[in-house]
Structure formats: structure tokens, C-alpha cells
């Protein structure tokens, strides 16, 4: 090869190089992008859980006043304490959803371990021996 092609191939090399550099920057950019709008849409998904878990606990318990309002005939004192209480049901839900208030179920306490198990996976009536 002569010092003119290899000139050539340097500055050919040089050139695809910055090139390379320019669109990887810009995949960057998209990557990131990208990042930001899936956690956006992580942000929008978790409102519409907290969201229907508060407004179909308000709806089942006027639901249930209403119903019970309707049999029994104590209009309207029925609707009005289970709405209430769907109320309170629907912003318990909420918190327990959020992570604000631990969960009702022992298993979710334990953070998965079965009921009766201590941490080290032994009964709880079990001796160091395995007796």
C-alpha cells in the first residue's frame, strides 16, 4: 500500500469513527428518553390502581346502603353509613396500595414466609435438634 491509501484509509477511519461517536450520543439520548416516558407511564398506571380501588369501595358501599336502604326500609341511614364506610374502606385501600399501612394477612407480614414458620424456615414448635 502506498502512504497516499493508507492516508486514505486513516482519514476514512477518522471520519466513521466521529460518525459512530455522533449516533451512539443520540442512542443515549433516545435510551434516555425513553427511561423517562416508561416511568411516566409507571406514574400514570399506579394513579388509575389507587384510583379504582377508592371509587369502587365509595360505589360498593352505596351500593350496599342502598340496597339494605331498600329491604329494610330505613331510608336513608343505611346509605349513608355504608357510603361512609366505603369511604374509610376506600382510602384504607389506598394506603395499604401505597405501601402507608402494613397488610392485614400475616403471610404479607412476613414477608412471605408461611404462618407458624419462624425466619430460619423451622416450625415454630421444632427444637435446635429437629425434634
Known amino acids: 500500500m502506498t502512504d497516499q491509501q493508507k492516508e486514505s484509509l486513516e ?45 369502587a369501595a365509595v360505589i360498593v358501599g352505596a351500593l350496599l346502603g342502598y340496597l339494605l336502604d331498600h329491604f329494610a326500609g330505613t331510608r336513608p341511614w343505611g346509605m349513608i353509613i355504608l357510603l361512609l364506610l366505603g369511604f374509610c374502606a376506600g382510602v384504607l385501600n389506598v394506603m395499604r396500595a401505597a405501601g402507608m399501612v402494613a397488610s392485614p394477612h400475616p403471610v404479607d407480614r412476613l414477608a412471605g414466609r408461611e404462618p407458624g414458620k419462624a425466619a430460619s424456615g423451622r416450625d415454630a414448635t421444632e427444637t435446635k435438634d429437629g425434634t
Open 11 to 55: 482519514e476514512r477511519l477518522k471520519r466513521l469513527d466521529a460518525e459512530l461517536a455522533e449516533r451512539r450520543k443520540d442512542d443515549g439520548a433516545e435510551q434516555a428518553a425513553e427511561a423517562r416516558a416508561s416511568e411516566s407511564r409507571k406514574g400514570y398506571a399506579v394513579a388509575m390502581k389507587l384510583s379504582s380501588e377508592f371509587v
